[in-house]
């Protein structure tokens, strides 16, 4: 229980800048090296690295090292794990919803 | 699209952290006043506060003062494009998967 809070913090938490989520939509394209994810964004390489070691830590993202440069792909488990969160609030949300319009429905009719 | 992806920034941040998505749980089952959002999390009303702050900055919580007490509702547009953003990108990825399926199914009929 802990421990998948704990992996939901840092998913919203990757999620939570436009430039990650940039590299995201890239990734869902298929993998790409560093340089590729560098490229649309107008940021250096560190700038990247930096960005690219919080997709990992949160495991949305993982990444090897071929030869020279390194390719990234997305790992799309904890997207998955991120999007049931807010599916499952807003299910419920929705049936508390209903019940209240029942409700109110069944009040009209006394 | 800048707004809309400020938007993105300020609700990913805010689900970030499991207090904060404590309080949004509590919020899907129906209004509350701060008092009664900080009773399960055996925090400081202060910090209840803090969070709320967060919550509301992003637009997932609105809050009233009605009379001594402030009153927390969720508002769950913001909640929804959070929940879109995801499931967009989850789409394609199963699409890229399936157009890949279909293609290694097509190399190996010749």
Chains 1, 2 share one sequence.
């Not at 919203?12 to 964004?41: C, H, N, W, Y």
């Not at 090292?65 to 969160?85: D, F, H, Y």
């Amino acid at each position: 229980m802990f421990r998948a809070a704990a992996h939901l913090d840092l998913a919203f938490q990757a999620l939570a800048d436009p430039s990650r989520r940039a590299m995201v939509d890239r990734l869902i394209q298929g993998p790409a090296t560093v340089s590729e994810l560098a490229k649309p964004l107008a940021m250096s390489l560190p700038g990247v690295m930096q960005h690219l070691a919080v997709l990992e830590a949160s495991g949305l993202v993982v990444s090897e090292k071929r030869g020279r440069s390194r390719t990234c792909r997305i790992e799309p488990k904890v997207l998955s794990q991120a999007e049931q969160w807010i599916t499952e609030r807003r299910l419920l949300w929705e049936r508390r919803l209903d019940r209240l319009g029942q409700f109110l429905d069944e009040t009209k009719d006394n």
